[in-house]
């Protein structure tokens, strides 16, 4: 059974705190920014005033993404595969910020939808058949994760493309953060069972 290193352990920690953090006080520092309505990418616009600031914990979270996909090993491959392309992909939407905060790009647009596509469908393309693995990473647990996942996503990515709906920046949280904290559960679910199976097999 290939395992969880100790870098995805880390990796998994810090993922859901910055993940939160980063929007959090980038949007405490912009007078009358709602949470609610206004997109994260909107914080990191380039006539943002804490551009740089969300932009860090943007890179930061594309990091920690790729250093998981290194590190769990206990995910198969494809499903690695698909972790390393997201956090390319946020490196992107980094880079190919938008213009302003009531602007987008499609280059943004583009890169943003393939990071929160493929963090949705990473379950299903790591998931495990053999028992060694726990349930999080086999059929049981990968199916209703990647619908879950996939129903959120979907509900984010249309309102996100509809002007004007006053629910977006929520839409966009949600879905972040759910695709955040079901990686790093699945980490340290596995690293805490394949930890019983080597005190098992002592």
């Known amino acids: 059974m290939q395992l969880i290193g100790i870098w995805?352990?880390?990796?998994?920690?810090?993922?859901?705190?910055?993940?939160?953090m980063g929007w959090a006080v980038s949007g405490s520092l912009v007078d009358g920014y709602d949470p609610i309505s206004k997109t994260i990418s909107d914080l990191a616009a380039d006539d943002s005033p804490v551009k740089?600031?969300?932009?860090?914990?943007?890179?930061?979270?594309?990091?920690?993404?790729?250093?998981?996909?290194?590190?769990?090993?206990?995910?198969?491959?494809?499903?690695?595969?698909?972790?390393?392309?997201?956090?390319?992909?946020?490196?992107?939407?980094?880079?190919?910020?938008t213009p302003s905060q009531t602007s987008s790009s499609p280059t943004h647009v583009l890169y943003a939808t393939v990071a929160f596509v493929l963090f949705s469908a990473w379950p299903i393309l790591g998931m495990r058949f053999d028992r060694r693995y726990h349930w999080s990473l086999r059929p049981v647990g990968v199916i209703p994760a990647t619908l879950v996942l996939t129903v959120t996503t979907l509900?984010?990515?249309?309102?996100w493309?509809?002007?004007?709906?006053?629910?977006?920046?929520?839409?966009?949280?949600?879905?972040?953060?759910?695709?955040?904290?079901?990686?790093?559960?699945?980490i340290w679910m596995q690293w805490f069972h394949q930890r019983k199976e080597i005190t098992a097999n002592a």
């Open 52 to 97: 740089w600031i969300q932009s860090s914990f943007f890179i930061l979270g594309g990091t920690l993404t790729l250093i998981g996909a290194w590190s769990a090993k206990s995910v198969s491959l494809p499903g690695r595969l698909a972790l390393v392309v997201a956090g390319l992909a946020t490196y992107g939407f980094t880079i190919y910020s």
């Open 161 to 186: 493309l509809e002007p004007g709906q006053p629910m977006v920046g929520l839409s966009e949280r949600v879905v972040a953060f759910m695709q955040v904290a079901w990686l790093s559960l699945v």
């Open 8 to 20: 995805a352990i880390i990796a998994a920690t810090l993922g859901p705190i910055q993940n939160i």
């Open 155 to 159: 509900w984010f990515l249309f309102t």
